[in-house]
């Protein structure tokens, strides 16, 4: 009895189990672009993982049409651990909101992929590759080296692609998602190699693969959790958890000073009431792209939906004047976002400050709430578009 083959197979056979469990989780909820792309990066994974279980089953049998079916399940075996780097570094430009358009889609991703896909075709007929004999016995090529460097060159620029992600956007949350696209790369790079030295007679890739892809999955479960849907922001509950680990931190002498900003649009419920939910959406989407872009600028800054058209940031500095600026500017960028809509909105800003150890996170919120709301009455009142916050609404 082959004791190796049948582990193979065991090891097969858990990992496309596991995989198809992922696979169902991931089409249970709501269709978003990541939850899309994440999934076909899985169906991609447990494509690879039924050639590469063909090629174990096949090699050396020697049954009508054998031949035909090894050869054809080491191509997809080969193409499809390539796609699987291909979609790996789009999904990192997805979770990252790199604008990936059709052409870049094409030429980084795409073009390789047909290049590959040619080689591996003209293989069969020339074997620099890899060979299969009349036995049906699969055997290295003189050029295999370059069958592992096609492999592994998407997951190797994968890896280096998440090393240099910039620090400005290096959040908490960000931090993780980089430490899951490094991880998922390193592993399948580091069991391709265990596979390739041991004469690829144990399918230690597969695992590296599945692993890999395990990873991503919990980082996007426990992203779910903290996630705004409609805006990809921080949720509530995100905010809730962080401005209470940031209150036990200052509590205990942090030198920075900790600054609450509440946002609220001006008028979008006139334009939910006449343009409907899908521009009202639009509109939400908008502001937050803006106060994405913003806020990015800034260090150590948590933003999130707080609920409805409401946003909130959490902001550490030894400078006031910088709340200050920060609350000017995403006031100007909405205005300016809006002025050649069919409609016009705006933004209202109120900031405070956490003092002392007795405040609570809701007193925070409300002393906030209190700046935000007496500006808000204050361009009602003066029918101003844009403001400046006054130098005395600081609490």
């Known amino acids: 009895m082959d004791y190796l083959l049948l582990s193979n197979v065991a090891s097969f056979v858990f990992c496309f189990v596991l995989l198809i469990f992922i696979s169902i989780m991931l089409s249970n909820k709501n269709n978003s672009v990541r939850r899309y792309v994440l999934r076909a990066f899985v169906v991609i994974v447990m494509i690879y993982l039924l050639a590469d279980m063909t090629s174990y089953l096949v090699d050396t049998q020697t049954f009508p049409g054998a031949n035909v079916i090894n050869h054809i399940s080491m191509v997809v075996r080969v193409f499809m651990t390539v796609f699987a780097g291909a979609w790996l570094n789009y999904t990192s430009d997805v979770l990252f909101h790199v604008p990936t358009g059709r052409r870049k889609a094409l030429f980084a991703y795409g073009l390789p992929l047909v290049g ?46 998440a090393l240099l992600v910039k620090r400005r956007a290096y959040t908490k949350k960000r931090a993780k998602l980089r430490h899951s696209l490094l991880s998922m790369s390193a592993i399948a790079m580091a069991f391709g190699i265990l596979q390739m030295l041991g004469g690829g007679k144990v399918a230690f890739l597969c695992f590296g693969i599945t692993i890999g892809a395990v990873n991503m999955f919990l980082y996007f479960q426990e992203d779910q959790i903290t996630q705004d849907g409609l805006t990809g922001l921080n949720n509530r509950y995100a905010l809730d958890t962080y401005l209470l680990q940031k209150l036990g931190e200052h509590d205990h002498g942090d ?111 409300q002393a906030a709430d209190r700046v935000l709301y007496a500006n808000k009455r204050q361009k009602r009142a003066e029918n101003l578009v844009e403001y400046t916050i006054p130098n005395d609404v600081f609490l």
Request: hydrophobic share 45%.
């Open 116 to 161: 590959v896909l040619i080689v591996l075709v003209l293989n069969i007929f020339f074997g620099f590759l890899f060979t299969i004999d009349e036995n049906n016995v699969y055997a290295r090529g003189q050029l295999y080296l370059l069958s592992v460097s096609m492999q592994y060159a998407y997951f190797v620029v994968a890896f280096v692609r």
């Open 255 to 365: 030198d920075k000073r900790l600054y609450l900003v509440m946002m609220d649009m001006d008028g979008f419920k006139e334009v939910n009431d006449l343009y409907g939910h899908v521009d009202g959406d639009r509109a939400l989407v908008n502001v937050a792209a803006n106060l994405k872009k913003i806020a990015a600028q800034y260090k150590n800054m948590f933003i999130a939906r707080f609920g409805g058209d409401e946003f909130t940031a959490v902001f550490e500095t030894r400078d006031e004047e910088a709340v200050k600026t920060f609350c000017q500017r995403i006031t100007d960028a909405v205005s300016k976002e809006f002025i050649n809509q069919r409609y016009k909105l705006s933004i209202s800003t109120g900031y405070a400050r956490y003092e002392r150890a007795d405040m609570t996170m809701e007193a925070l919120y």
